[in-house]
T-cell receptor, first 113, second 110 residues
Framework: ETGVTQSPTHLIKTRGQQVTLRCSSQ?????VSWYQQALGQGPQFIFQ???????GRGNFPPRFSGLQFPNYSSELNVNALELDDSALYLC????????????FGEGSRLTVL | QQQVKQSPQSLIVQKGGISIINCAYE??????FPWYQQFPGKGPALLIA?????SEKKEGRFTISFNKSAKQFSLHIMDSQPGDSATYFC?????????FGAGTTVTVRA
């Protein structure tokens, strides 16, 4: 059974650019959530996808968007990058939409210069 | 606003000692309270979780104590080992999403 995998592991962008982060969910999991973890802070919920539809969103602006594909993998897109977007972006999968039991990947470390 | 408040921010414990981390919440509708462990450069990993119908849950050296009336819950790490050195996050949810505390960095000295 493969766990949650994310790519890339590290990347550096400049302010105003766009970034796409990718996530493969754990085998058998149909729900994917994305979290932003700033340095020294707890993860903050960005949004959740279930069966290719966004079904929950945290307090993040529309320039944060996502996709979920038929194989339940997912992408997080961030447009018009700002310095404060520098963080670890975590993808988590779960076996259904209502469970709080999340399995996290190792994250993508984004640095915005 | 932070829905789950966690303390202390960091703690140091001797090998074999007990580590205690506390969390408080406001939303009485929360019905799931997990603890996650995170090592540097890794994602959080589920350690142990509790639902509000029980006051305590133990798994190995890790115990959650839950006080519904006080809206508080805590993690106890018994017989702390150097391998337990990590950042621990409490969280709470109503099914989803998880609201995380700010984290506690635990250092176990040999």
């Amino acid at each position: 059974e493969t766990g949650v995998t994310q790519s890339p592991t590290h990347l550096i962008k400049t302010r105003g650019q766009q970034v796409t982060l990718r996530c493969s969910s754990q085998s058998g999991h149909n729900t994917v959530s994305w979290y932003q973890q700033a340095l020294g802070q707890g993860p903050q919920f960005i949004f959740q996808y279930y069966r290719e539809e966004e079904n929950g969103r945290g307090n993040f602006p529309p320039r944060f968007s996502g996709l979920q594909f038929p194989n339940y993998s997912s992408e997080l897109n961030v447009n018009a990058l700002e310095l404060d977007d520098s963080a670890l972006y975590l993808c988590a999968s779960s076996s259904d939409i209502y469970t709080g039991e999340l399995f996290f990947g190792e994250g993508s470390r984004l640095t915005v210069l | 606003q932070q829905q789950v408040k966690q303390s202390p921010q960091s703690l140091i414990v001797q090998k074999g000692g007990i580590s205690i981390i506390n969390c408080a919440y406001e939303n009485t509708a929360f019905d799931y309270f997990p603890w996650y462990q995170q090592f540097p450069g890794k994602g959080p990993a589920l350690l142990i979780a509790i639902r509000p119908d029980v006051s305590e849950k133990k798994e190995g050296r890790f115990t959650i104590s839950f006080n519904k009336s006080a809206k508080q819950f805590s993690l106890h790490i018994m017989d702390s080992q150097p391998g337990d050195s990590a950042t621990y996050f409490c969280a709470a949810s109503i099914t989803y999403p998880l609201s995380f505390g700010a984290g506690t960095t635990v250092t176990v000295r040999a």
